[in-house]
């Protein structure tokens, strides 16, 4: 098995004694340079496995050498050492491309997690899973490519988008397809936390720290140790455990209820939440520092409704789902279903249609499903209807007609044939009829 090779850049000999015996410790080789032109040489003529460099160089910024990686070497990770505390920096370096930061002084715990991480990004049994995100619209090419990118990043990032879309499976392919895969991929939804209880789910405690602490505990930080923590809806935080969540990722430790030791943690922050985040911030209910922390990088999940020419593949895909969960075959879909689904808006997004599809696969005959199963809101199935293009046929628009309004009657009525016929001012027998001409019956 070849050795893996560092490239250490610092004008401080003692900061690369320091980091070539921790390294060598690791069995990695190093070459240490102190200045911006020397690591550039280097990187031209040589092979590395990673990259450590200072943000301050006596010829340059380490941001430079962040940009000139990413442009001749996308596939190095590149690491930066910034002044404690300077967070802005880090920042500033993980969206340039970084991987990861590391604060002096530094603390070889964490530096030498920092190292394990970074040399798994490149290995090989770490595979993308992204085409577990089922459609092939444009939207879905550019969000897979996104993934890729940043499942190789250890930045912090900030996952948008309305409520139903599959944030939090977004969430879990960074995870799958990163170098952290086979350690814990840990959710937490924020809002469904007892105030009084966040710090003792977040950090963990002691036995005997407060009343019912009846033994330790670790808590999600712990537990998603050399993982990924996935916060969603991470907006219904309270301000004073904002505060302490931002202390945690800044500091990569935590402190335990009850215990004076602080303990370091590896862990890679994932968030999403269906609130506007940006406007939470403006009306100071959320704070801004942390909010920069969190979205170091931002990631938008689309709607379904950006993405409908993914309905048919997203439908099938559903479908055998639940015929596999229900150990039934697969029922067929009829064109006029397919036709309704494709128009429709889908506020409740990717959610919605799951719920819309379990529905009409409990209604249906078990053989096919038709448009009577569907049962889309009337609402939105009007307003579609009605507004097709103007050039259809008049009998194809008269027929749309017809479906809608006997619809609208079943909806009143509750699905009362007998009402709905009445409400019509036809006989029950041609409302029957109707139904089966119009591929409405499931009878």
């Avoid at 941001?63 to 690491?79: C, R, T």
């Amino acid at each position: 098995m070849t050795q893996s090779c560092a490239l250490i850049i610092d004008d401080e000999p003692d900061i690369c004694r320091l980091l070539e015996i921790t390294l060598n410790r690791m069995s990695i080789k190093t070459l240490s340079v102190h200045n911006l032109q020397e690591a550039k040489k280097a990187l031209r003529t040589r092979t590395f496995d990673l990259c450590l460099t200072d943000m301050r160089l006596p010829d340059g910024d380490g941001l430079d050498l962040v940009s000139f990686v990413q442009e001749n070497h996308p596939n190095l990770p590149i690491a930066v050492i910034t002044a404690h505390g300077n967070m802005e920096t880090a920042i500033r370096a993980l969206k340039s491309g970084a991987f990861d930061f590391i604060s002096k002084p530094i603390d070889l715990s964490v530096f030498r997690d920092i190292i394990s991480t970074a040399l798994k990004i490149n290995a090989p049994e770490v595979k993308s899973t992204s085409d577990f995100l089922i459609g092939q619209s444009e939207v879905m090419h550019q969000l897979r490519e996104k993934i890729i990118k940043l499942a190789r990043s250890q930045a912090p990032v900030y996952i948008s988008g309305s409520s139903g879309t599959g944030k939090e499976l977004v969430a879990k392919i960074i995870h799958q397809s990163g170098p952290r895969h086979d350690a814990p991929f840990i959710p937490v939804n924020c809002g469904a936390i007892p105030q009084e209880l966040m710090e003792s789910e977040f950090f963990g405690h002691l036995k005997g720290s407060f009343t019912g602490a009846t033994h330790d505990k670790i808590g999600f930080f712990q537990a998603a140790n050399k993982g990924t923590l996935f916060l969603d809806e991470v907006a219904d935080l309270p301000l004073s455990m904002q505060v302490k969540l931002l202390r945690a990722i800044q500091e990569k430790a935590i402190r335990p209820i009850g215990s004076a030791k602080e303990i370091n943690t590896d862990v890679r922050i994932l968030c999403a939440t269906h609130n506007d985040l940006h406007e939470l911030v403006r009306q100071n209910a959320f704070r801004q520092d942390l909010f920069y922390r969190l979205n170091v990088i931002e990631l938008n999940v689309p709607s379904l409704k950006e993405r409908l020419d993914d309905i048919p593949l997203l439908t099938q895909h559903i479908l055998e789902k639940i015929a596999r969960n229900n150990n039934k075959p697969i029922p067929i879909i009829e064109k006029e279903v397919m036709n309704s689904l494709s128009l429709y808006d889908f506020p409740g997004n990717i959610r919605e249609l799951e719920n819309i599809l379990e529905r009409a696969f409990t209604l249906s005959n078990g053989k096919e499903i038709t448009h009577f199963d569907l049962q889309l809101p009337v609402e939105a199935e009007s307003t579609h209807h009605f507004s097709q293009d103007p050039e259809l046929p008049l009998d194809d628009y008269l027929l749309n007609i017809e479906r809608q309004t006997i619809l609208n009657a079943l909806e009143k009525t509750n699905m009362n044939k007998t009402k709905a016929a009445k409400l019509l001012g036809i006989s029950f027998r041609t409302l029957r009829y109707r139904l089966k001409k119009l591929g409405l019956s499931n009878e």
